[in-house]
Every structure is written in structure tokens, then in C-alpha cells.
């Protein structure tokens, strides 16, 4: 939606076709066309929402006809999902976007004789970094723009008070991200109990939803006797800048499976210092060593050596939050939308 709304204010007329759980939520300033109902869908250690509701064909096909779009733009159009119902109508320009990353793929292994007549209607294809480029040309070899995510900068680096409980003084460092095994928070919250002795005054906020692992984080930070951890659960979306602001370093030591860091470079634009893992995906947004510190996964020993260097390194902290901000203004949404409108154009070109 990031990218609609940038390429709308830009002068063009975008339209969100998805499906939506409840329309009552939708927001009224964003032109969605809802289609269908979501299904959980557990996928690369979380759950996607997707829909596959085969009776919307004839409205989809009556929206097309409709609109007479000269672009269709899909997200991870070979998932079955809404894109499968919508390609077999389209007569516009088709873009493809590839956002996933994982070690392999039963579904495009057994699935790709079937899958292909979906993948040869597109006349452009974007990965949004370059594991997601080796993952999905792995099975569907071809030409394909890395064009990766944008960070709403006006939102994240814009300054804004940091939340009042937690401006006293401790130095805090941030996790914000769902709580699912992947994202690492336990190699974390062990980092921290091995690092806090070393460390100045400080607290470790957890910021995300899921409810299972929290309550089984919380156990074990009861049973360690550590202190200051915080678990806020969910917060609202509009509510996540000041946490940014609030943090002097922000750690996410996933352990693998990530095509992209969004939460990375939101991090970044506020200016923090990152503590992260050496994936690939991670690698794509932060040079060890420049914006932050990489340490190989479920290594919590180097994890907290890490956090004790940055924790007790104003200078180095704020070195490492301004060349973050930096690269962060380079993937601003108006940079990134504009060389996916090249990307159309040069598409457009080379349509017969």
C-alpha cells in the first residue's frame, strides 16, 4: 500500500485489489477493492493471509473490463492467491513482484508445470533483494529489476517524543517484530542476561504480537530473575515511531528465511545503531560494521560481546544510527517509487 499511495500522490491513478477479512476496517482514504475473505496459511515459520475464493472470477473479470488498468502490479503472484484469479483476465502490462526467501520449495518443485503458464504473462519481474532473486530464479529462471522495499521516511525520521515510562535514563535497546521462533527474540533475551552486568543501566522492550511464545519468554525471564524486560504485545502501527525514537539500539537477531529487513531500515531512518544477524537477508540492508553490527545466528555469546560494545559506544552508536539514516534516505518510498514507474515504462517498451 506504501507503494500505491506514493505512486497515487505522484499523479497516477492506483486502485488495491485484495482481499480483506472485514470491510468495516478498510481505510477510507485508500482506494481498495476488497475481493474475498483471507485464509491462514502457515508459511517459512509464520502464517500468511490468502484467498482463492473462485466464485469472485466474474466480478474480477467485470473490474478489469471495468478499469481498463494499463498496469497490473502482483505481489508473490505464484502463491495461490488472488493474482491466480486475476492473470487469466488481465489485458494490461503485468509486473511481478517476488518478496519471499526460503531454503527450498515443495510447492514451486511440484507445482511448476502449472505455475508457468502464470509466470510467462508477465512481462516484468521485480525481487525485492537479491536472496529473493536466488530463491524464486532457483525454480523460475529469468530476467529479473531488484527493486527493494521502501521505508516511509516522513513517518520514521521524523522526530517525535520518546515514550515518557521509559525516558529515564537506561539505555533501551528495541526488538520489534512478531514473536515467532524465527525472528530470534530468544537468542536475544539470552544475549541480554549474559550482557547486562557489562552494560550501563538498561532495558529490553519487545515490541509484537504472540501470545504463546511471550508467555513462554516471560516464564523464562522469571525463572532467570532478569529485570527490565518489557513485552508490550501488539502496538499500532502509528504508534511505532516513537518507540524508535525511544530505543538507542535497535536488535533483531533473526536466524534465517528473511528475503528483506523492513523493520532494519525503519530503524535506520530513525537514526539507530542495528544489531542484527548475518543473513542474507539482513546483509542486503546493513553492512557489518557501517550501519550496524551482523553476528552469526543463534550465537548468543557474540550477541551479547556485541551488545556490550555498542551499549557502551555513544560515539560509535551515533556514527553507526547517521550512516543508517543516510542509506535509509537513498530507499525513501518516493526513490523507490519512482524506479518502479521506470521499470514500467521500460517494460512498456519492450511489450510488442
Known sequence: SNLAMTVAGMGHRVKILAPCSNNRDLPKTTPIIPLGKTIPYPSNGSVARLTLSLWLMPRI?????????????????????????????????????????????????????????????????????????????????????????GVDLERFATKVAPIEKYNDGKLNILFVSRLEKRKGAKYLLQAYLRAKKDCPPSRLILVGPGDRLRREYETWVRAVDLEDVVFTGHVPYTDLPRYYHTADIFSIPAVGQESFGIVLLEAMAAGKPILATNIEGYASVVENGAEGILVKPKDEEALASALVSLANDKNLREEMGARGRAKAEALSWPVIAQRTLDFYEECMRGRP
Open 61 to 149: 473479470k467485470a473490474i478489469l473490463e471495468e478499469e481498463k488498468f494499463e498496469v497490473l502490479h502482483f505481489h508473490e503472484p505464484l502463491f495461490p492467491s488472488l493474482p491466480w484469479m486475476v492473470l487469466p483476465y488481465s489485458h494490461s502490462l503485468n509486473i511481478a513482484t517476488f518478496h519471499a526467501y526460503y531454503r527450498h520449495s515443495a510447492g514451486y518443485t511440484v507445482c511448476k508445470p502449472m505455475l508457468m503458464k502464470f509466470y510467462r504473462k508477465f512481462d516484468g519481474r521485480i525481487a525485492v533483494s537479491e536472496p529473493a532473486h536466488k530463491f524464486v530464479s532457483r525454480y523460475f529462471p529469468g530476467d529479473y529489476r531488484i527493486i527493494p522495499h
